[in-house]
């Protein structure tokens, strides 16, 4: 059976993981996320491929995975408004001007997902989301900042926290919007485990 590294130390991916039954370990590293890449899939396909070799190479030749079959999960998720990538915010200010942005109109919630076994990538995609906010007040969006919930999350909201309450619609999987496509990592791992 193969050995499976999550690259990411999200609580949120690893929750969904051991949702679905899968055993593995966590392992994650620092990596330069500069790119000049701008649209929205292919950004979080290469965010979710450099992740997952920063951790296979760091792996390769550990004597806990070195005569393993080992399977690295990379992911990344992104929140994008008509095109325009939206990262975590700098500060209370960014924070309330994102969530502005996203009040009362569609945006997609990207994730990126890459599968590396023994140093091959053998899958790569980006899952996309349609995610619509209902209007939201001012004061709901300071309310919703004080509660420091939005300050690390890209796009500026948790759709698994407080932020729920201003979702109108979801089209597509709810995990993908909460950090991971479960459903299609499964189908996905099901080709490449032993």
Known sequence: MSKIILASGSPRRKELLEQIGIEFDII????????????????????SRIKAQA??????D?????????????ADTIVSHKGHILTKPKDTGNAFDILKELAGDCHQVYTGVTLIKNNNVVSNFAEKTDVYCNDISDNEIREYISTGEPMDKAGAYGIQ???????GKIDGDYNNVVGLPVARVYQELKLWLN
Do not use: C
């Open 55 to 60: 951790v296979w190479d760091m792996v390769k």
């Open 62 to 74: 550990d004597d806990d995975y070195r005569n393993e079959d080992v399977v690295v999960i990379g």
């Open 161 to 167: 926290g407080r932020f729920a309450a201003f979702i």
């Open 28 to 47: 994650t590293s620092d990596v330069d996320e500069t790119t000049l890449i701008t649209q929205p899939d292919e950004y979080v396909k290469y965010l």
